[in-house]
C-alpha cells in the first residue's frame, strides 16, 4: 500500500528526493513518517509530517539537511536529501501513523503501514 521510490547511489555532498506512493490508503487521513536501517543497526527516525503538513520533525542527524513534505491530492510523501554524507546509506522507509497524538512519533512502533523500502548509498 506504500510504495517508496527515489533511492539509489549519490557521492557525498548530493542529493535525493525519495518518493513514497500510497494506494488503497488516502494518506490525508495520516501523520506520515520517514525511517532508515542500515545494516547492523536498528531502525532510525528520520522525519515526520502532520496529516495536514502543518507540522514536522527531524531526526537529529538529518535536521537541516532533509525536508519531509507531502501532496495529499497525489497521495504521496516526499523526503528532500540534500548535503548526502555516507552516514546517510541505508534503506530507507515511508510509513503511516493514524493516531492523532504525536507523542512517541520517533518510534517505529507508532507507525501501522510500511512500504517496501528504497536503498540510498552515499559514496565518500
Known amino acids: 500500500q506504500l510504495q517508496a521510490s527515489g533511492g539509489g547511489l549519490v557521492q557525498a555532498g548530493g542529493s535525493l528526493r525519495l518518493s513514497c506512493a500510497a494506494s488503497?490508503?488516502?494518506?490525508?487521513?495520516?501523520?506520515m513518517g520517514w525511517f532508515r536501517q542500515a545494516p547492523g543497526k536498528e531502525r532510525e527516525f528520520v522525519a515526520r509530517?502532520?496529516?495536514?503538513?502543518?507540522?514536522?520533525y527531524y531526526g537529529d542527524s538529518v535536521e537541516g539537511r532533509f525536508i519531509i513534505s507531502r501532496d495529499n491530492a497525489k497521495n504521496t510523501v516526499y523526503l528532500q536529501m540534500d548535503n548526502l554524507a555516507p552516514e546517510d546509506t541505508a534503506i530507507y522507509y515511508c510509513a503511516a501513523d493514524a493516531a492523532p497524538v504525536t507523542s512517541g512519533y520517533y518510534r517505529p512502533s507508532r507507525y501501522q503501514y510500511w512500504g517496501q523500502g528504497t536503498q540510498v548509498t552515499v559514496s565518500s
Open positions: 509530517i502532520h496529516k495536514s503538513g502543518g507540522s514536522t
Open positions: 488503497g490508503l488516502a494518506i490525508s487521513t495520516y501523520n
